[in-house]
């Protein structure tokens, strides 16, 4: 048997026992070959809207069907949970955090208890990663499914960043391990998104210091071999134009679109925007070129809140902060797509609450999306920047059965999220 670091107890190996207490019938209902969610309310993201009376029929790792609810109808051949009173809403997705440097399993058990279902890791440890990965879908733990992204940068950042040489193993030198690479000519491009490819990865994360028309090559490689390309705003010397019309899919960090055009990571930091931006025609066009060319924001909010909170000039914290809610707001009135985001560490115990929570609060509460685009941005959007929006993302039938049940609705309240009951995953009841 082959060892997993950080998958050994001392005393032995752990064993998951998946038994849910709270309705009756729920265990029966688990050994039987259809499961049936009876007489109950889902949010359809694809649609937008609150879809009540309904028995949604499971079979395998499938939503087999979505009938309309009538007393009269019987499931003699299947567990059946009468759901009523309660919301169904699809797996969450966390579409950007970073847990090989947690390396936890527990996390990721109580992620999923929470109702997140899929994460995007957005650069670390690739072999820690697939290993992880594989271990959930092999089920030696209870977690989400995980999809990883390999760092494309420039040697300011690549040799320098702290967070680099953690997630690059003593077997490899700086720059060339697949998921942490160096980006110096346009030559080796197209071997370095093989070996990305190889490597587990599902998309690029194109960081810091690379020129304009090195940005172009590694997307237009990447997007040739099949692999999602996610970007930094401007990634100097090249441009957040350069980036956006270079043919990325996913625009990390609101702060990014507050930063001047010669704004370098290394001299300025990651906190030194330019809020009159805000009323530049610059912003305009870049939001409308993001519309047409179907290109997702990924806020960030929540780690954007925690680096403001520690600026200690409290007027310079608060005028950052509200610059940033109001250029996400912005790109939300242009009609750019949000993905939901935080950038944070999952939680470390079952009192914490999910930062993917609080980042759909931030996008409710301070930039004015409704309940349900909140929603949307942290199920359908997270699915279509992964590719994986035909099985994933929705409460449909012939969809993976992904599904959080609820008993307060999200629509009427956000923080209703963490009235969480128990969770389906792959068709299986997790609690």
């Not at 924001?297 to 902060?321: F, G, Q, W």
Request: with cysteine; aromatic share 6%.
């Amino acid at each position: 048997m082959n060892k997993r670091r950080n998958f050994i107890l001392i005393g032995g190996i752990r064993l998951f026992l998946f038994v849910v207490v709270f309705f009756p019938g729920t265990l029966k209902a688990q050994q039987k070959q259809m499961l049936v969610l009876k007489n109950t309310s889902f949010v359809d993201v694809e649609k937008g809207e609150l879809v009540s009376d309904v028995d949604i029929l499971i079979l395998g790792s499938l939503i087999q069907d979505i009938k309309r609810h009538s007393p009269e109808r019987v499931y003699p051949d299947a567990g059946v949970i009468d759901l009523e009173g309660y919301f169904l809403i699809p797996g969450l997705i966390e579409s950007h955090t970073h847990i090989s440097s947690l390396r936890s399993e527990e996390s990721l058990t109580i992620a999923l208890k929470k109702g997140i279902t899929t994460l995007r890791d957005m650069g670390g440890d690739g072999r820690y990663l697939l290993d992880i990965r594989q271990a959930v879908k092999n089920g030696e733990f209870p977690g989400p499914d995980i999809y990883f992204s390999a760092i494309m940068g420039g040697r300011d950042f690549i040799m320098n960043d702290t967070r680099v040489k953690l997630s690059t193993p003593p077997d490899y030198l700086l720059g060339e391990a697949p998921w942490a690479r160096l980006i110096e000519n346009e030559e080796n491009i197209p071997q370095i998104i093989i070996d990305a490819k190889e490597c587990g990865a599902t998309g690029i994360k194109i960081y810091a210091h690379l020129s304009g028309d090195l940005v172009k090559k590694l997307a237009v490689e990447a997007n040739a071999n099949g692999l999602k390309v996610w970007a930094h705003g401007v990634v100097y010397p090249a441009t957040l134009e350069d980036v956006i019309n270079s043919g990325v899919q996913v625009i990390s960090h609101a702060n990014s679109l507050l930063l001047k055009s010669d704004w370098n990571l290394k001299k300025d930091g990651s906190l030194a925007i330019d809020t009159t931006l805000l009323s530049s025609p610059k912003l305009d066009d870049i939001f409308k070129t993001m519309k047409e060319r179907n290109v997702y924001l990924d806020p960030t909010l929540v780690v954007m809140k925690y680096m403001t909170s520690a600026i200690k000039d409290e007027k310079r914290s608060d005028r950052i902060e509200q610059a940033i809610f109001s250029v996400v707001r912005l790109a939300h009135e242009y009609g750019v797509s949000i993905v939901a985001g935080s950038d944070t560490p999952l939680p470390g115990s079952d009192d914490m609450e999910m930062p993917l929570f609080t980042e759909m609060k931030l996008l409710v509460n301070e930039v004015g999306l409704s309940t349900i685009e909140a929603l949307i941005s942290a199920t359908l959007n997270g699915a279509i920047i992964l590719g994986i929006d035909e099985m994933y993302g929705s409460i449909q039938a012939g969809k993976v059965a992904n599904i959080v049940v609820l008993k307060n609705d999200p629509l009427e309240n956000i923080i209703n999220l963490g009235s969480v009951e128990f969770v389906i995953k792959d068709g299986k009841i997790i609690k």
